[in-house]
């Protein structure tokens, strides 16, 4: 949600700062803007839509002299998306400019305050008291009139503030949001994504809340609350921008789904020692395993979707009880977890915030937290006592692909490691599942190459109003995914139920204008899965049938048919969606539809 780009240094400001935004896209934007300091004052530029119509206004940024500025994408929250409500805010008289992603929860008191003082307010966005409150408080010196102004504020906020009278200098701040410094030779940055950074530096530093940090060319200085100084670590990113480019592919979602079967495997190799499964860095001893008496899977989205998958396949190796939980649920649940709970909080980003607020709710009731993310230094990842790190690579596309799969793998690791742990599975057990975790980037490779007709059966049914995808066990969990990766990128209405719930409610919308998918990779209920297409057949409904390699009985039951290679059935999830994601982006293809930046969605959600 929203993106944040920094600099100061030696060279113009606005082209870096326009790269940096072309690089944060993907994470959902309605409006985009960038100020640079110039002889004393700051010029700055606006436009409602894309990030091209920014850089067409500024002459890809030339038109903008100075080399010190800001610029930002903005996901509209307070105000419609317009130009006057897009980002950057000046103060009332221009001394201050200020960029924010998250939510200024006492933003209305702080207006009418602002306003009996007779501030005229330009915008209806919460982040212009920001600016106005730096004006106010700003006596010459920056580091007091940011301290001063964060100390007012109440949510969630990452800012950026440039001052015309202070040149070369910025200061950002990091409250519940994500933000990451970037060093260079001459130059530094802040951003809120690694991603618009690795252009010009791998070298980053993670920002924790409640921490601010003051830059100029030459010297970064991070400050704690207390307007002290404090150390910080210095981070080297692995990957370098061509894994952030499409690479030939005409988007990034079907890059990313062609790098699964890679993601997938540096996932879960790394982990694989000995014939054992083992995590760098892990804290976590049986005598803690066995402490637990359930373990709690909480995550948004497509996370959530894993963790489902992770709540099936820890029970069944484990044989401990696994709830999976929404995290926006979760929250606000009072939840019943002590000690003896394990919660498993699940995250790409590793900074969505409905996921974060879970786990601290968790954490103060006595739970022990183990994180599984993507990115290095997030907050989850620092919150948590533990960490799988899924080494999944940056991912663009908006609808996760490689993010989902990665997430499973390490679910899978840590289910194939607890139950060995306690003793549930050893012997053959054991080294089967060790030897089908291994194979299964070979799998996810197989499940690309079966389906090369899933471009025909989209287009022949890209134009349906809405569709139901059922399953059993697993694959009702796979389902879920699988419908939502359809209506994220097509806006196709699509419903994921448990097929044995199709007497209770879903029959009634089924009639010859349907299409059914139905996942049938779980062999011990197949013929209870085939009883619900027969029903929803017998009403008129077409079936898309996702069946094992080398299933002959489906071709009698469905109209068309997707494959996912056999391998463990445990972790037939990740082998059942490669198909499902090929479905639903050739469907979006086929409507027309902008693939990688779905409408009104954001890539990493950082507020409530």
């Known amino acids: 949600m929203c993106g944040i780009v920094g600099y100061t240094g030696h060279v113009q400001a606005a082209p870096v700062l326009l790269d940096g935004l072309r690089r944060l896209e993907y994470r959902g934007y309605d409006s985009a803007g960038v100020v640079v300091q110039d002889e004393g004052a700051l010029k700055m530029v606006k436009a409602n839509g894309a990030v091209s119509h920014l850089a067409e206004l500024t002459g890809g940024g030339r038109a903008l002299e100075g080399v010190c500025g800001l610029a930002h994408t903005r996901w509209a929250t307070h105000g419609a998306p317009t130009d006057t409500n897009a980002h950057p805010h000046l103060s009332e008289h221009g001394l201050f400019a200020v960029v924010h992603n998250g939510i200024i929860e006492n933003f209305a008191a702080l207006r009418a305050e602002l306003e ?13 008291v920001v600016a106005h409150l730096l004006e106010r408080y700003y006596d010459g010196e920056l580091k007091s009139a940011v301290m001063r102004t964060a100390a007012r504020l109440e949510g969630s906020y990452v800012l950026g503030v440039v001052c015309a009278r202070e040149p070369g200098k910025l200061f950002c701040v990091k409250e519940a949001g994500p933000l990451i410094i970037g060093l260079g030779v001459g130059e530094n940055f802040f951003a809120s994504d690694v991603t618009a950074l690795v252009s010009r530096t791998k070298n980053v530093i993670y920002m924790d809340d409640g921490e601010m940090a003051e830059l100029t060319p030459e010297r970064i200085t991070v400050y704690d609350r207390t307007g002290r100084e404090t150390a910080k670590s210095v981070s080297h990113v692995v990957w370098d921008i061509e894994a952030a480019e499409k690479g030939g592919y005409e988007h990034f979602m079907m890059k990313e789904i062609m790098e699964q079967p890679r993601a997938v495997r540096n996932t879960i190799e790394p982990r694989i020692r000995g014939g054992q499964v083992e995590f760098e860095g892990f804290s976590m001893t049986r005598e803690e395993l066995e402490s637990f008496d359930k373990i709690v899977i909480t995550a948004c989205g497509s996370a959530y979707h894993a963790g489902v998958v992770g709540k099936y396949v820890i029970e069944k190796l484990c044989r401990i009880p696994v709830e999976a939980e929404l995290a926006s649920e979760l929250r606000y649940s009072d939840p019943i977890i002590d000690e003896h709970t394990l919660l498993i909080a699940v995250s790409q980003s590793g900074e ?95 499940s690309i190459d079966l389906n090369v007709h899933v471009k025909y059966l989209a287009e022949r049914w890209h134009e349906l109003g809405s569709l139901f995808f059922i399953g059993r066990n697993i694959d009702y969990a796979a389902a879920m995914e699988g419908s939502l990766k359809l209506k ?92 499902l994601q090929l479905f639903a982006y050739y469907v979006a293809a086929a409507n027309g539809c902008d693939i990688d930046k779905p409408r009104n969605l954001a890539k990493s959600v950082t507020v409530e």
């Open 116 to 128: 009996a003082e007779g501030v005229v307010f330009r915008s209806e966005t919460d982040t212009e």
């Open 352 to 446: 969505t915030a409905d996921t974060i607020a879970a786990m601290r709710e968790c954490m103060e009731r006595g739970a022990r937290c183990l994180a599984i993310v993507n990115v290095v230094g997030s907050t989850i990842a620092r919150l948590a006592d533990n960490v799988i790190y899924t080494h999944a690579g940056p991912e663009i596309a908006v609808a996760t692909t490689k993010g989902y799969t990665t997430q499973l793998a390490a679910l899978y690791l840590f289910a194939v490691w607890a139950a060995g742990l306690l003793g549930r599975a050893g012997g053959e057990r054991y080294d089967g599942l060790i030897a089908s975790l291994r194979a299964l980037p070979s799998l996810v490779q197989r």
């Open 488 to 579: 994220e990128i097509s806006y196709i209405h699509s419903e994921a139920y448990a097929a044995g719930e199709l007497k209770h409610d879903t029959i009634a919308l089924i009639d010859e204008k349907r299409l059914v998918v139905a996942l049938c990779c779980q062999s011990a209920l197949f013929d209870k899965i085939v009883s619900n297409i027969r029903e929803v057949k017998a009403r008129g409904a077409k079936v898309l049938g996702v069946a094992p390699e080398g299933n002959r009985r489906i071709f009698a039951e469905a109209d068309d048919v997707l494959f996912a290679p056999r391998g463990e059935e445990l972790f037939s999830a990740m082998t059942e969606i490669v198909p």
